[in-house]
């Protein structure tokens, strides 16, 4: 049972996060953001496919994306949308061929994968926000970030550091009892007990 937000720090963690859509010059370091991607990438993982890359934008990349970008969205002018943060990483599913994973659930993989990173990075004091746009899917995008015929772009998570008295943007609270529910009553009445399977009593298999 949680008795306190204090004895589970990572309680404490989602509930403090927020998005930063401002953000300084300061950005993580290379060596940092290792680290950081390495404890991302503890997500649940069917079949351990690891199935997502991350790409780290900085510099001229960001002008390059923002060229990308505009020629996405017939634009004469680059796209300043890439200048709007130090550091843009860009979340890549890279799906795997497997019988017994769908595109779908890689994808989930990576997108967690991008969450658990924006939540690091915002815990290690950095400001996060994610962002996509019409123009994610584009060629022209595609092309900039150098995906294979296997990948796409789920999108960015802009990265820097949290300006000295600016406030993050305003998240409300979630009402758990709107989205927590149980099965339909209906369903489980037009069901009897299934009895387990000797093989998997006497193995005690363990089902993901």
Do not use: N
């Not at 010059?25 to 060596?31: C, E, G, H, I, V």
């Not at 015929?149 to 943007?169: M, N």
């Amino acid at each position: 049972m949680i008795d306190a937000v204090t004895d589970y720090p990572a309680l404490a963690a989602v509930r403090s996060r927020r998005s930063w859509s401002k953000v300084t010059d300061a950005a993580p370091s290379r060596a940092e953001l290792l680290t950081l991607v390495s404890a991302a990438g503890r997500v649940a993982d069917h079949s351990s496919l690891r199935p997502w890359r991350v790409i780290e934008l900085r510099g001229d990349d960001r002008l390059a994306l923002g060229a990308a970008i505009a020629k996405a969205e017939g634009d004469d002018k680059p796209s300043t949308k890439p200048l709007r943060a130090p550091l843009v990483l860009a979340i890549v599913a890279s799906y795997r061929k497997s019988d017994k994973v769908p595109r779908w659930e890689q994808e989930a993989v990576a997108s967690g994968v991008a969450h658990v990173l924006s939540l690091l990075l915002d815990e290690a004091g950095w400001g996060v926000i994610w962002r996509t746009g019409g123009y994610t899917r584009a060629k022209a995008v595609a092309k900039a970030h150098g995906l294979g015929s296997d990948e796409v772009l789920l999108g960015w998570l802009y990265v820097g550091g949290k300006p000295a008295g600016a406030r993050p943007g305003r998240r409300k609270s979630v009402d758990p009892r709107a989205h927590l529910s149980r099965m339909p009553a209906t369903v489980k009445a037009g069901v009897k007990d299934v009895p387990a399977k000797k093989d998997d009593a006497k193995k005690g298999k363990k089902k993901r």
